[in-house]
């Protein structure tokens, strides 16, 4: 019996009519087809006006890759066999073709562009582009320093306050911990969205209102070919984890002695330190936290607040030495005796966390 798979389609989300769209879901469901076949290559066609491809890093947007990453759009039907396919030279994008072995350019219809390189940029016109396509957004990696607010620079340099030009930030179910969701505050959307939902948001800037629109794709279907710990993302859309230690025993089993929190690049987790009711062993547990912190709570966070209860690491508590059981509950937080309530929550938690826990 043959699997039927779906693939993406970005008319839902377009007819939010939103500044900024963010796309994400499993690979290989059609995200990026759709981008640059109806908002790059066929926008072009039918309004002449330019787009940009934009990516992370100048590695990232290499000739081969650009070539390669329009292959699939068929330019002989679109132009009327005109052209044949679409050529890159210094960055920017062109209809081709070849005569006598040689690629023959004609009309430039877009550009592509590195963030990396975003200040070059910011004397240049681009009043002849009305759309932004930012591929992966989402990273497996390190992202730019201030990524967000360099993107929205970008946009400014692009845009020019015409407030004409859409931006589609397109990637994979990689990683929650984005810069992206925390700096613009989605997180909380985004952990509240099902698969195939669309949420719009917006958010007012003085007498100008600017909009996000948000589509968590479905799943797909089609045959499940992944393994290993990439596999519910390659094949569904679920968001990327790695198997991660959950309690030994029911939490009804342990008495809890002590909690402690943490609040890094946005994410909000619970540790308790629990004690087995029988063997009297030590263990921690870590949960996800969507309350506000209690006053009297130790949080280790990377916002800086004038509070003795906000610390930066765990285990370079300025106060240690004044508290020596404090010392001593702290010395167990370690690898071997950390467990998560979910491969989820331990994922997000050793992605957050900005120090490196002991073992």
Wanted: charged letters at 30%; one cysteine or more.
């Amino acid at each position: 019996m043959s699997i039927k798979q779906v693939y993406y389609n970005i008319d839902n989300i377009l007819k939010e009519n939103a500044l900024i769209n963010l796309i994400y879901g499993e690979k290989s469901n059609g995200k990026s087809y759709q981008v640059k076949h109806k908002l790059a290559v066929l926008h072009y066609i039918k309004t002449k006006k330019r787009f940009i491809i934009l990516r992370r890093w100048q590695a990232d947007i290499s000739s081969v890759w650009c070539e390669k990453y329009f292959s699939d759009v068929d330019v002989p039907s679109l132009t009327d066999n005109e052209y044949e396919f679409i050529s890159v030279y210094r960055k920017k994008l062109y209809f081709a073709r070849l005569k006598n072995d040689k690629v023959v350019r004609g009309e430039q219809i877009g550009y592509v562009i590195a963030l990396s390189g975003e200040q070059h940029y910011s004397s240049a016109s681009f009043l002849d582009v009305d759309i932004i396509i930012f591929e992966e957004f989402m990273e497996r990696g390190s992202y730019l320093p201030r990524e967000p607010s360099r993107l929205m620079i970008f946009y400014s340099t692009v845009d020019r306050k015409r407030g004409t030009t859409k931006m589609f930030l397109v990637g994979n179910t990689i990683s929650r911990v984005s810069p992206y969701l925390t700096d613009w505050n989605l997180l909380d959307t985004i952990r509240q969205m099902k698969q195939g939902e669309i949420r719009k948001i917006n958010f007012q800037n003085d007498e100008t209102t600017v909009s996000i629109a948000i589509e968590y794709c479905r799943d797909s279907g089609g045959k499940k070919l992944a393994i290993g710990d990439a596999k519910s993302m390659i094949d569904s859309g679920s968001w990327q984890t790695t198997p991660q230690p959950k309690l030994p025993k029911s939490k009804k089993e342990y008495d809890v002695k002590y909690r402690i929190g943490f609040l890094y690049k946005g994410f909000k987790f619970l540790a308790e330190l629990l004690q087995d009711k029988i063997t009297k062993d030590i263990i921690w547990f870590i949960m996800p936290y969507n309350k506000e912190f209690k006053d009297n709570i130790l949080i280790f966070s990377d916002v800086v607040k004038p509070n003795i209860n906000y610390q930066r690491d765990i285990y370079q508590v300025s106060f240690r030495r004044e508290n020596k059981r404090l010392q001593e509950l702290l010395d167990t937080f370690r690898e071997n005796c950390i467990f998560y309530s979910d491969d989820l929550t331990g994922t997000d938690f050793k992605t957050a966390i900005d120090f490196v826990i002991k073992k």
